[in-house]
């Protein structure tokens, strides 16, 4: 017999509760689900186990071999090409499988793949071979993991708990650059990459294991059917979404910033100690990108359950703009590089943020993970391409400024792609695509 009513326990567990879950009071919504967001912020974290140490690993790798910083650095153009190009079918794969088990997956392939990094030999092939190993298990690390496990539980507070598992990063941001210094300097930079993965296998797997979960792996392993709604394949979602107008239009301007971005947060200690500032204050600095990007990423969520992300995203992405003025025009000045670095992790904390809640207000629920795992494919790109590209410039140079001052215009177009976008659709998810 069919009941005539859901009751709050059903609206939780029930794949069709997206609209269910509008009734629920953001503060509901947070009782209920606040041990899937630190779960889902442990995994993101993980997941920039090499944006916020490799920097650091530079020099010493520069000392003893003798290679060039874009040498050093062409390992994240192979983690780029293999990210751009599984991001979709990966989140695809989320979409349909729910994100638990490649969490799980993650939290043990990945360090133990980026501890191998320390076994290279002088041979620059062998270390490119092993950042092919590492690329490769940075598959199962695409932001639309740790996010498609919130957006599901979250309608209300759905920015801030999207700023929440982001906040991760910032996190990592805080914690990683001391950590890695620390390793390098006493125990050499080969133990320095096992350190980093010990790290975050001990932080991640036990939350991941215990608290991971989304409404997809919930129905499937209740025997729940996950929705009545037909499922696309991914032909559909690629001709009719992927790469419609208003789609490539964010992930376009989610490549350029993060472009800027990236590149100048993993290279923050070689951008200062090219400046004149001694390697040890230079990391030390950097350590406090952390708290900038976690105050930014939650004063963005907190804003986007009040105002349209579109705005917020012209705003913010043009903070890196002041970030190279201060670097360019007073190089040896110490306030004026923690002031940068302060204010390019307000950046760092509202770009992802940004792209997921508007991924997620312009396009279907239903299809988040295939399309935030495009566009965090599109920012995998941009955090191999671009760091490269700057450490090339400065190796033809000798200065990091050109490469910088180029990155102005490249900030505007971006968050001049983001005003454009236009107000929210007012048909999402309710059974209709936007084209």
């Known amino acids: 017999m069919r009941r005539p009513f859901l009751s709050e326990q059903d609206a939780n567990t029930s794949g069709d509760s997206i609209l269910r879950g509008?009734?629920?009071?953001?503060?509901?919504?947070?009782?209920?689900?606040?041990?899937?967001?630190?779960?889902?912020?442990?995994?993101?974290?993980?997941?920039?186990?090499?944006?916020y140490t490799v920097s650091l690993f530079i020099e010493p790798i520069e000392a003893e071999f003798g290679w060039t910083r874009a040498q050093i650095m062409s390992g994240m153009i192979i983690s780029a090409i293999i990210g751009v190009t599984c991001a979709p079918l990966i989140g695809a794969a989320i979409d349909r499988f729910g994100p638990r088990r490649f969490g799980i997956a993650a939290t043990l392939v990945v360090p133990a793949c980026f501890a191998l990094l320390g076994a290279t030999s002088d041979n620059i092939w062998v270390w490119r071979a092993l950042w092919l190993l590492f690329a490769l298990s940075t598959i199962l690390l695409q932001p639309a993991i740790w996010t498609s496990a919130v957006t599901g539980f979250f309608e209300k507070g759905r920015g801030f708990a999207l700023a929440c598992v982001l906040g991760g990063s910032g996190i990592s941001s805080i914690a990683m650059p001391p950590l890695a210094y620390y390793a390098i300097e006493h125990f050499?930079?080969?133990?320095?990459?096992?350190?980093v993965s010990l790290f975050w296998l001990v932080i991640t797997f036990p939350l991941v294991t215990l608290f991971l979960t989304s409404r997809k792996d919930r129905d499937r392993t209740s025997g729940i059917q996950a929705s009545r709604a037909p499922v696309r394949n991914f032909g559909y979602v690629l001709r009719h979404l992927i790469l419609s107008r208003k789609f490539l239009q964010v992930a376009i301007a989610g490549l350029l910033i993060a472009t800027v971005v990236v590149s100048i947060v993993t290279s923050l200690v070689p951008i200062m100690t090219s400046n004149g500032i001694a390697r040890g204050e230079a990391a030390g600095i950097a350590g406090m990108l952390g708290f900038?990007?976690?105050?930014?990423?939650l004063t963005v969520g907190w804003l986007l359950d009040r105002i349209e992300a579109r705005y917020l995203a012209a705003i913010t992405l043009c903070l890196p703009l002041l970030t190279i003025l201060l670097l360019t025009q007073m190089p040896?000045?110490?306030?004026?590089?923690?002031?940068a670095v302060l204010i390019i992790g307000l950046a760092l904390g509202a770009e992802l943020d940004l792209m997921a809640?508007?991924?997620?207000r312009y396009f279907e629920l239903a299809y988040f993970g295939t399309l935030f795992?495009?566009?965090g494919g599109f920012v995998t790109l941009a955090g191999g391409m671009g760091p490269v590209l700057l450490n090339m410039v400065y190796d033809a140079t000798g200065s990091y400024d050109p490469a910088l001052l180029a990155a102005i215009p490249v900030s505007l177009t971006a968050a001049m792609l983001f005003l454009l976008l236009g107000p929210y659709p007012t048909d999402v998810n309710q059974g209709q695509t936007i084209h």
């Open 22 to 51: 509008k009734g629920l009071s953001a503060g509901a919504e947070w009782r209920a689900h606040w041990p899937v967001v630190l779960a889902a912020c442990s995994g993101m974290g993980l997941s920039t186990i090499a944006q």
């Open 373 to 375: 795992g495009t566009i």
């Open 332 to 339: 040896h000045s110490v306030p004026a590089a923690i002031a």
């Open 357 to 360: 809640y508007i991924t997620s």
């Open 292 to 297: 900038a990007s976690i105050f930014g990423r």
């Open 188 to 195: 050499g930079w080969r133990m320095g990459f096992a350190a």
